[in-house]
């Protein structure tokens, strides 16, 4: 989010929007916001068997880890945090 911020790019989280006109999106709860650039991306959430898995970590993500022998920087995916 800093790279975003120090860039001019803002983030709008829970904004569902309704209506598009003339550069400006307008929220369902009344929100507006002006934009020269909108990106849109629908809310999700991993289905049940990602989120019941035991390879997911917090919020039903994968745990990234990178064995001893890795180079710095390159994750590995492993169900129990080191491989």
Do not use: C
Request: no cysteine.
């Amino acid at each position: 989010m800093e790279v975003m911020k120090s860039k001019g790019i803002a983030f709008h989280g829970e904004f569902e929007p309704t209506a598009f006109e003339g550069g400006k999106v307008r929220a369902k709860d009344g929100r507006e916001l002006a934009y020269d650039l909108l990106i849109l991306v629908p809310p999700f959430a991993p289905n049940r068997v990602v989120r019941e898995s035991p390879l997911a970590g917090p919020q039903a993500s994968p745990r990234w880890t990178a064995p001893p022998s890795a180079p710095r920087g390159s994750p590995t995916f492993s169900s129990s945090g080191t491989r």
